[in-house]
């Protein structure tokens, strides 16, 4: 591995780290505006929203510059939403923001991998990439669930006077905040030292008419690749689910463990040190043609999902949660890697990963949607749970069915 993919490295897990503290800050604010419970899944979909919107748009932008620059204008718009949302702007819109930055930065932080590395080293590389992502998941989690908490902001302003002179920052989630912006600017800084790389499928025209047949072209080629297709309905289900159990998990400990908000966030985090034991474990031992094979251990997460419902003692769940998290972390670093190699060959990698961004965010809005719809007629969490757990395996059955189908047929080179 060259220093310029541990420079990303770096870059990436600061960038991340503020991405999760900065759910549970806006969280705790919804909360200080007394806002109705259904509020907190709506504002992930405010974030999700500009992965949809502008995914025909941020893969050529990623293509088209040098992908470092691409990452630091990403994270400069970032700023820009935490800046909004200390500044009064409504939580939900200025979450919106961030997640506009979010969407830039996705297909240059994945597709730079395909430009440093060989195919060969595309598992190991993601295996780096999904642990270190993780990492800063538990640790944003961790840092997240502290700051919201006024033991944390009395602290601060007791330590550190000048807190006192800036505006409109007055609560333990407003200082949250604005330590989030910091860390999006260390991440701005990293950005600039990724060494520059060849442009890669740099678009002949930029209009957005062009534009939008480009993505619909990349959109139906990664589809109807067969290894193409599978790796992407197992990420795009992967992270729709993923983004609601989160929720889940936080209702779940308040209801069957008794945890307060800051205990929860700090349980989401047990998920995430499940997803990087599963990520190492996948970068050494699964290779990038037989990534495939892990399709069945989608199927047994879905059935630990379940099993949440039957769990009261915090002891239990802890082990509950890290093997759930174990589970997806070994099956989705594999289909990544395959996902981004597809795609690299088939459309570029900016490309190829928009298309990705899109699938995945769709999925998100639609179990945010169906997840806000439930808490809103006030079905039970229990209920809700087994609902979901059935669903993921399910679903995975019938993914792992439809690619063994898909074995009899040519793959492409």
């Known amino acids: 591995m060259t220093r310029g993919f541990y420079t990303i490295l770096a870059a990436q897990f600061f960038s991340a780290l503020a991405d999760n503290a900065l759910l549970f800050a806006a969280i ?36 088209s510059l040098p992908k470092g620059r691409v990452m630091f204008i990403s994270n400069a718009v970032k700023i820009g939403g935490c ?42 590389a993601n295996g780096w990439m999904e642990g270190l992502t993780v990492a800063s998941i538990i640790l944003g989690a961790i840092i997240g669930g502290l700051m919201v908490g006024d033991r944390f902001s009395d602290w601060m302003f007791g330590r550190f006077a000048f807190l006192d002179d800036i505006p409109r920052l007055d609560t333990a989630p407003e200082v949250a905040i604005f ?61 729709g689910a993923g983004a609601t159990l989160r929720l889940i998990v936080l209702s779940w400990a308040a209801l069957s463990l008794n945890f307060t908000l800051e205990q929860a966030t700090q349980l989401t985090a047990v998920v995430a040190v499940g997803i990087a034991l599963g990520s190492v474990v996948a970068a050494k031992t699964v290779a990038l043609d037989h990534a495939v094979r892990v399709l069945p251990v989608g199927i047994a997460m879905g059935v630990i999902v379940v099993g949440m419902v039957f769990v009261s003692d915090w002891r239990l769940a ?8 174990a589970m997806g972390g070994y099956f989705v670093v594999p289909m990544n890697a395959l996902l981004q190699h597809r795609g690299h060959l088939l459309m570029g990698a900016g490309h190829s990963i928009a298309v990705q961004n899109f699938n995945e965010n769709l999925s998100i809005l639609a179990m945010l949607g169906i997840y806000a719809l439930m808490l809103k007629i006030e079905m039970s969490l229990n209920s809700i749970i087994i609902l979901f757990g059935l669903f993921l395996a399910g679903t995975m059955t019938i993914i792992w069915r439809r690619h063994a189908h898909d074995q009899d047929q040519p793959h492409p080179p």
């Not at 604010?29 to 995914?55: G, N, R, S």
């Not at 939900?92 to 590395?117: D, H, N, Q, R, W």
């Open 28 to 63: 705790a604010l919804l909360q200080d505006l007394h806002a109705a419970d259904w509020h907190t899944p709506v504002l992930q979909q405010f974030f999700v929203f500009a992965y949809i919107a502008l995914a025909p748009f941020v893969g050529p932008f990623a293509d």
């Open 83 to 124: 800046a909004a949302m200390l500044a009064g702007l409504q939580p939900l819109y200025a979450y919106g923001i961030v997640g506009i930055g979010a969407a830039m930065y996705s297909p240059a932080k994945y597709g730079i991998l395909t430009e440093f590395l060989p195919p060969q080293k595309l598992v190991l």
């Open 179 to 239: 330590l989030i912006l910091l860390l999006y600017l260390t991440a701005a800084l990293i950005n600039l030292r990724i060494p520059k790389v060849a442009f890669d499928h740099k678009l002949p025209r930029r209009d957005p008419i062009f534009l939008l047949h480009d993505f619909w072209h990349s959109f139906r080629l990664l589809w109807r690749d067969p290894l193409g297709r599978v790796s992407l309905a197992v990420t795009t289900l992967f992270w």
């Open 318 to 325: 802890i082990v509950l949660l890290v093997a759930a998290g």
